[in-house]
């Protein structure tokens, strides 16, 4: 799966942040406080939940705000 497109809103520090991912992405850079942890982490939450779904358990993150975080990813895989 590759990641191509990511949109956060109302995350941790991010208000609104729109990522055009690149296929030969392989790091963040960033200074200290910036925010790459924070993209990081969404993007596990993401796959954790996806693989929740396929499983049939949905499991929730304590430290999501349910009702205001909003994400969209989009990703392919390969073919």
């Given at each position: 799966?590759?990641?191509?497109?990511?949109?956060?809103?109302?995350?941790?520090?991010?208000?609104?942040?729109?990522?055009?991912?690149?296929?030969d992405?392989?790091?963040?850079?960033?200074?200290?406080?910036?925010?790459?942890?924070?993209?990081?982490?969404?993007?596990?939450?993401?796959l954790?939940?996806?693989?929740?779904?396929?499983?049939?358990?949905?499991?929730?993150?304590?430290?999501?705000?349910?009702?205001?975080?909003?994400?969209?990813?989009?990703?392919?895989?390969?073919?």
């Amino acid at each position: 799966m590759r990641i191509e497109e990511l949109h956060l809103q109302n995350f941790r520090g991010f208000r609104e942040l729109k990522l055009d991912l690149p296929p030969d992405l392989a790091v963040f850079i960033g200074v200290n406080g910036s925010g790459k942890s924070s993209i990081l982490d969404r993007i596990a939450i993401f796959l954790s939940r996806f693989i929740s779904i396929l499983n049939q358990t949905v499991k929730r993150d304590s430290s999501l705000h349910l009702s205001e975080d909003h994400i969209n990813i989009n990703a392919t895989d390969g073919n």
